[in-house]
């Protein structure tokens, strides 16, 4: 059973600081996604990570894959307010299209 | 592109009512996903379509919940009778074959009285 485990799950922390979330997950996985959700909005996509050694930057985001660690991690550069939300990875099944969720990081960037 | 439609956006019902929730696809996605989140439980699959075709339904609660897709760009989650314990935040999301991405709709906030 594919499991997808993400730490910390709350995170509070001062605007200009630089920090990183961590999303393992326990089966080979083909695919790697982030989303952002405001609270009491849906789901956004921020990144899609295909391939080993995957790294994506938006804006003070950057996320990373390493599948044969089974890792990706999300680091933030010089928080802003803006970026406080729930933050989500989620893996791609092999073979099929379900997406197996992590628990969510709330980050809360004080101003 | 208009994204991925949910209707309605707010619901409020008594218990035992039929409730039908809505969504519309973008152009070209071929499957369909429809989520439910919680507090307690979080982010919850409860059924995907491809192709119009359901694959996998084992996150569907109980038989009150039902689920179709008549066409390609559209579906329908149904709960009867509703129960308060179903109240939750409903997502529809497709999945872009082009891109591997998938989109989310903006929810429909039930709540069950």
């Known amino acids: 059973e594919l499991k997808v485990e993400q730490n910390p799950l709350f995170l509070s922390m001062q605007e200009g600081k630089n920090y990183t979330i961590y999303c393992n997950y326990s089966?080979?996985?083909?695919?790697l996604y982030w989303y952002r959700q405001d609270p009491g909005k849906s789901l956004e996509s921020l990144f899609v990570?295909?391939?080993n050694g995957a790294v994506k930057q938006e804006g003070r985001l950057m996320a990373s894959l390493d599948t044969k660690a089974r890792l990706s991690t999300l680091h933030i550069t010089a928080a802003v307010h803006d970026l406080s939300a729930t933050y989500f990875c989620?893996?791609?099944?092999?073979?099929?299209?379900?997406?197996?969720w992590g628990a969510g990081t709330k980050l809360i960037i004080k101003p | 592109d208009a994204g991925v439609i949910q209707s309605p956006r707010h619901e409020v019902t008594e218990m035992g009512q039929e409730v039908t929730l809505r969504c519309k696809l973008i152009?070209?996605?071929?499957?369909l996903f429809w989520y439910r989140q919680t507090m307690m439980r979080g982010l919850e699959l409860l059924i995907y379509?491809?192709?119009?075709?359901?694959?996998?339904d084992s996150g569907m609660p109980e038989d009150r919940f039902s689920a179709k897709m008549p066409n390609a760009s559209f579906s329908t989650l149904k709960i009867q009778p509703s129960e308060p314990r179903d109240s939750a935040v409903y997502f529809c999301?497709?999945?872009?074959?082009?891109?591997?991405?998938?989109?989310f709709g903006s929810g429909t906030r039930l709540t069950v009285v």
């Open positions: 999301a497709s999945r872009n074959r082009a891109n591997y991405g998938y989109t």
């Open positions: 152009s070209g996605h071929n499957s």
């Open positions: 379509f491809n192709n119009n075709v359901p694959i996998d």
């Open positions: 089966t080979t996985s083909d695919r």
């Open positions: 990570l295909l391939s």
């Open positions: 989620a893996v791609g099944i092999e073979g099929n299209y379900q997406l197996i």
